[in-house]
């Protein structure tokens, strides 16, 4: 099995100021300023195979993208090494939303991007034209919530002056960062990545079996059974079945990034819509392969729509595909992103660290 993290010169990062951040982070030696190599279609049809089922087996993954193991294995592994792509384990909010409370915020655009990146309920950080947009998670109500934003703004080292953060509580998820698909697959490849047997969904584990799962999965989502037997005390089979009914039920998410930038896709843009119907609308917008991120939220555009493209001017052909019925209240340009899924980017949107999803 391919190992997770192969990088040299990886040292812990301490949490800015507020101790009260675990430091789960940790970084690897920086790769310098020159842009990444562009990914070929084979390495995009690797990474659409994981993204669909980051455990699915080499063998499945070879099939799938019709090319020998030795080849997948030796190109899965120079992307890992150049930070290109990565595997992540993260519990997923769109399926805790009964005891999850979200919160898109806005900070200035001179907030501290370490520091704001360093908890681990700050689930993703992005530059954009209007200031840095922030995803906020809590477990303990829109209070608690409410809090985490005032811990974030005091970590952003603002200043006295600074004006109150933009705050819109998030009422709907229909689609995460981690949905997207590169589209680089066909549709015999992606019917042999997701094989799986057929049958009614299964019932979802406990919560605190998930958050064990998350734990032993954190540093490598492909960990064999007997690997996570060992951490969790149990057997094999129970193990596996444990995985296999936690990801399968939607309470455990296992996947696959990538750099957007050496995926071609180097720009990007919010887009905040109003709709008579703002649940068909993100429906739509979902389906939408430069959508990478669609919530719903309390405030005057009920919809925030994320998209990547190669250039800004496909966006007029995107908001078209959205259909009639929606209007584009707002359109901010998004400058890059510095945190996703737990994953801290640099400028090449290349991963240089991860901080584990919790909340």
């Not at 020159?34 to 995009?44: F, G, T």
Request: aromatic share 4%.
């Amino acid at each position: 099995m391919i190992s997770f993290h192969r990088q040299a010169g990886v040292i812990l990062l301490q949490p800015p100021r507020d101790k009260a951040f675990p430091s789960h982070a940790r970084f690897a030696a920086p790769a310098g300023d020159a842009p990444p190599r562009l990914l070929d279609e084979l390495d995009l049809a690797i990474v659409h195979a994981l993204q669909i089922d980051a455990r699915t087996p080499w063998t499945r993954v070879a099939a799938a993208v019709r090319a020998d193991s030795a080849t997948v294995a030796r190109r899965w592994e120079q992307m890992q090494e150049e930070r290109l792509a990565w595997l992540s384990c993260w519990p997923q909010s769109s399926q805790w939303q009964s005891t999850t409370d979200l919160a898109m915020v806005r900070l200035g655009a001179g907030a501290d991007l370490d520091a704001i990146s360093a908890p681990p309920w700050a689930l993703s950080v992005e530059e954009t034209s209007a200031g840095i947009v922030v995803l906020v998670a809590s477990g303990s109500g829109l209070r608690s919530l409410g809090r985490r934003v005032q811990e974030l703004t005091e970590a952003a080292s603002l200043g006295a002056g600074a004006t109150a953060p933009d705050m819109h509580v998030v009422s709907a998820v229909i689609a995460e960062d981690s949905s997207w698909r590169t589209g680089a697959l066909d549709p015999r490849g992606q019917r042999i990545a997701a094989a799986r047997s057929h049958g009614p969904a299964p019932k979802p584990p406990k919560p605190e079996i998930v958050s064990e799962l998350t734990e032993a999965l954190a540093e490598d989502p492909r960990a064999s059974a007997a690997t996570l037997a060992s951490r969790l005390g149990v057997s094999e089979a129970t193990a596996r079945r444990a995985v296999d009914r936690a990801a399968a039920s939607g309470r455990l998410g296992l996947g696959c990034d990538l750099s957007s930038w050496a995926a071609g896709l180097r720009r990007g843009a919010m887009l905040w819509a109003a709709s008579p119907d703002p649940s068909a609308a993100g429906g739509r917008a979902r389906r939408l392969p430069h959508c990478y991120r669609v919530l719903q939220v309390v405030g005057p555009a009920p919809l925030c729509i994320s998209a990547r493209a190669t250039t800004l001017t496909a966006l007029p052909e995107i908001e078209r595909a959205l259909g009639d019925g929606i209007e584009i209240v707002d359109r901010w340009t998004v400058l890059g992103a510095r945190k996703r899924n737990g994953h801290l980017l640099d400028e090449w949107d290349r991963s240089t660290g991860r901080v584990d999803v919790r909340w």
